[in-house]
């Protein structure tokens, strides 16, 4: 064959998911590399989805989902017009990109930062512009700001960040807000924003009724555990919204997507919910404490995951967790990102990093 495929594919690498999780010495296997949740669905969840399932099958889905769209747009005092649902958040961070850029035309992210910008990236014909974190893993807006140039029409802010899971202010984001020019339109992606504790971080919807260059990004894949269903939303100018909803992936939201999300919405399931989450907060500053405690002394995080900062031990680190039985995010060279489990999981992380001894992990430390 004599294919000849798009200029630029070349330079995409195809999203690595997280490690499927070994089996250890113990026989456990425990995934902590891809920030899920750790706890089953709602009861409530599983019996709608039961419900729904026949039918849910074999018809196409409503494409306007008009009762989720309905909810989210109460939830946030917004009107439907301004929600955009898509096959996971990823998919409306793609949908972002076709609808605003124009091949070469740039969106600046920083680096390390989310896996899927460069990659949606590319695959849309526009250019990345990655933007280093500041030394303490935090986006360095400044820095961000100057990598603006006449081609930027998307700038993408992940608050916490994933994989360090460091916030901006309020009032930095504001300032930044307030220094882009017109034709750039910022998109909060706040997948882990239900785990952020730090009074001075932004909330998106309340930002946006404020700043209509601004939009946000939220997920049911993380705290409200439905990765397996993929679905996720934007809030969006009315205007821009219409012109991500011409982006879509026909259907691309299923009925069971649809049905879960709502289900979750609901009040008695939302307050489950913001409980599982808080345990999820409470257990991450126990790991985050009993990591430090034998040599590990991961960053300050707001999301559900945390992130030690180990250099050339990064790897020393994720072998070890690995022959536990353990799956972490392994960035060689850089760091460790290691998703928050339940209790049980977490002190198999600490028993598994308690073997080590501090040498292997030089308490001298690269650690943030
Ligand atoms: C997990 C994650 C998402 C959510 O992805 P879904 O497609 O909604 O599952 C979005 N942004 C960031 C930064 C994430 O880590």
Not at 305 to 319: H, N, P, Q, T
Not at 329 to 339: D, I, K, W
Request: aromatic share 6%; charged share 20%.
């Amino acid at each position: 064959m004599t294919l000849s495929f798009r200029p630029g594919l070349e330079r995409v690498t195809a999203y690595t998911p997280g490690r499927a999780a070994p089996v250890g010495a113990t026989g456990r296997s425990i995934k902590l590399s891809s920030n899920e949740n750790p706890f089953p669905p709602l009861p409530s969840v599983v019996e709608r989805l039961r419900e729904v399932l026949p039918e849910a099958v074999s018809r196409y889905p409503d494409l306007a989902a008009p009762a989720v769209t309905e909810a989210l747009a109460e939830r946030f005092a917004v009107t439907p017009s301004n929600i955009v649902l898509g096959s996971g958040s990823v998919e409306v961070a793609s949908q972002f990109i076709h609808a605003l850029t124009a091949p070469g035309d740039e969106v600046v992210f920083a680096w390390r930062s989310f896996e899927a910008y460069p990659i949606l990236t590319r695959v849309a014909g526009a250019v990345p512009v990655a933007v280093p974190l500041d030394a303490e893993g935090r986006h360095d807006l400044d820095a961000m700001a100057a990598a603006v140039t006449e081609r930027t029409r998307l700038v993408f802010v992940c608050n916490p960040n994933n994989p360090t899971g460091t916030v901006v202010t309020t009032t930095a984001l504001e300032a930044f807000l307030a220094r882009m020019p017109d034709r750039v339109l910022v998109v909060l992606d706040e997948a882990y924003a239900q785990f952020d504790r730090d009074p001075a971080s932004p909330s998106g919807p309340a930002l946006f009724a404020r700043h209509p260059n601004l939009a946000v990004l939220h997920t049911f894949s993380k705290a409200y555990g439905l990765a397996g269903l993929r679905i996720g939303y934007a809030v969006a100018a009315a205007e821009v919204a219409g012109e991500l909803r011409k982006t879509a992936l026909p259907f691309a939201v299923t009925r069971l997507a649809q049905e879960a999300a709502l289900a979750s919405l609901d009040s008695v399931a939302q307050a489950e919910l913001d409980a599982r989450v808080q345990r999820i907060v409470e257990e991450r500053e126990r790991l985050a404490a009993g990591l430090a405690a034998r040599g590990v002394r991961v960053a300050t995080s707001q999301a559900n995951f945390l992130w030690w900062a180990g250099g050339d031990r990064s790897e020393v680190l994720g072998d070890a967790l690995h022959a536990s039985g353990i799956a972490a995010r392994v960035f060689p060279g850089e760091g460790v990102r290691l998703t928050v489990g339940s209790p049980e999981e977490n002190d198999a992380v600490l028993a598994a990093v308690g073997t080590m001894g501090p040498v292997a992990l030089d308490p001298t430390g690269v650690g943030a």
